[in-house]
T-cell receptor
Framework: EAEVAQSPRYKITEKSQAVAFWCDPI?????LYWYRQILGQGPELLVQ????????DSQLPKDRFSAERLKGVDSTLKIQPAELGDSAMYLC????????????FGPGTRLLVL | GQNIDQPTEMTATEGAIVQINCTYQ??????LFWYQQHAGEAPTFLSY????GLEEKGRFSSFLSRSKGYSYLLLKELQMKDSASYLC??????????FGSGTRLQVQP
């Protein structure tokens, strides 16, 4: 069964350092999402791609976060500089198209900022 | 804006039935999803409702009333492995999902 791949699974960094997360969606899925999940809360959307284009980054803290999906397949989410409040689970999801299509999640990257 | 409410925690007994409720207020509606999330893991898809009524899938069923902004997830014949968080999520017309904070279910022997 096809799955969404993410790496690394765990990342510990010091504040003010740069971190990057990678996601490879299910093959053929045009829509890719990055969510952030703080412990005890539901996932919150950071950015959504349709192919290589950003369709929603209204909740992305653009002063420190950036995301790209250059060839419309895999994607990278970067934080620079990391802050203590960025400690969370970063989840990538993909779907065939947007809208009511089911989103399938990767295993996530758990980030701890010290 | 969008608001999704679900209970924070629930406890049930192995073999029993439990119902997890979700109420929502959204500016648009294009379907409601339920996901299961074990501690430290990613959410996994359980069910999708876009029309009123009950959708059954094995031990899990999900109900939707669009006029009431209400859904529930029904888990039958509870097993210990069902201990997890259950996330209600709405597609409110925007393309991404808005999630509730999740209901942590503890199944006891």
């Amino acid at each position: 069964e096809a799955e969404v791949a993410q790496s690394p699974r765990y990342k510990i960094t010091e504040k003010s350092q740069a971190v990057a997360f990678w996601c490879d969606p299910i093959s053929g899925h045009a829509t890719l999402y990055w969510y952030r999940q703080i412990l005890g809360q539901g996932p919150e959307l950071l950015v959504q791609f349709q192919d290589e284009s950003v369709v929603d980054d209204s909740q992305l803290p653009k002063d420190r976060f950036s995301a790209e999906r250059l060839k419309g397949v895999d994607s990278t989410l970067k934080i620079q500089p990391a802050e203590l409040g960025d400690s969370a689970m970063y989840l990538c999801a993909s779907s065939l198209v947007g809208g009511s299509e089911t989103q399938y999640f990767g295993p996530g990257t758990r980030l701890l900022v010290l | 804006g969008q608001n999704i409410d679900q209970p924070t925690e629930m406890t049930a007994t192995e073999g029993a039935i439990v119902q997890i409720n979700c109420t929502y207020q959204t500016s648009g509606f294009n379907g409601l999803f339920w996901y299961q999330q074990h501690a430290g893991e990613a959410p996994t898809f359980l069910s999708y409702n876009v029309l009123d009524g009950l959708e059954e899938k094995g031990r899990f069923s999900s109900f939707l009333s669009r006029s009431k902004g209400y859904s529930y997830l029904l888990l039958k014949e509870l097993q210990m492995k069902d201990s997890a968080s259950y996330l209600c999520a709405v597609n409110g017309g925007r393309r991404a999902l808005t999630f509730g904070s999740g209901t942590r279910l503890q199944v006891q022997p």
